[in-house]
């Protein structure tokens, strides 16, 4: 899954993407019963989200992925963020923003620094 997900964000990155035609709604409570580490890290990625902030965003939700914690509603809640945070941030980057193509090249940057 993580090596598929790299994938589609490569594929998005180097071609481009447009808006999605359909809002994801994600369930922004299916952490409130998690362990604490778990809410941290979800609270810091949708923070991040609100203030532009998507390599944050982006690279705290793809450490999520990888917990064996998480129940089925996570999971999807996570992968639904991601896709609105890959989204919203590649359409800034098409218009020109440098914070979204910075976000970019450190999200790249992090990925080759853990091999994927």
């Known amino acids: 899954m993580v ?14 993407c447009k808006k999605p035609t359909q809002t994801t709604a994600v369930d922004t409570h299916v952490f409130d019963t998690a362990a604490s580490e778990l809410k941290e890290a ?3 990625a949708l923070s991040a989200d609100q203030t ?3 390599a944050t965003a982006y ?16 999971i999807r809640a996570i992968a639904a963020q991601s896709t609105l945070v890959h989204a919203r941030m590649n359409d800034a980057a098409q218009k020109g ?3 979204a193509l910075r976000a ?3 999200i790249r940057a ?5 091999g994927r």
């Open 104 to 106: 970019i090249q450190d």
């Open 3 to 16: 090596a598929c997900s790299v994938c589609l964000f490569l594929g998005f990155a180097a071609t481009g």
């Open 42 to 44: 979800w609270s810091t």
């Open 52 to 54: 532009n902030d998507y």
């Open 59 to 74: 690279l705290t939700l793809r450490q999520m992925q990888g917990q064996p914690a998480l129940n089925a509603a996570q």
């Open 97 to 99: 923003d440098s914070n």
């Open 110 to 114: 992090a990925q080759r620094s853990r």
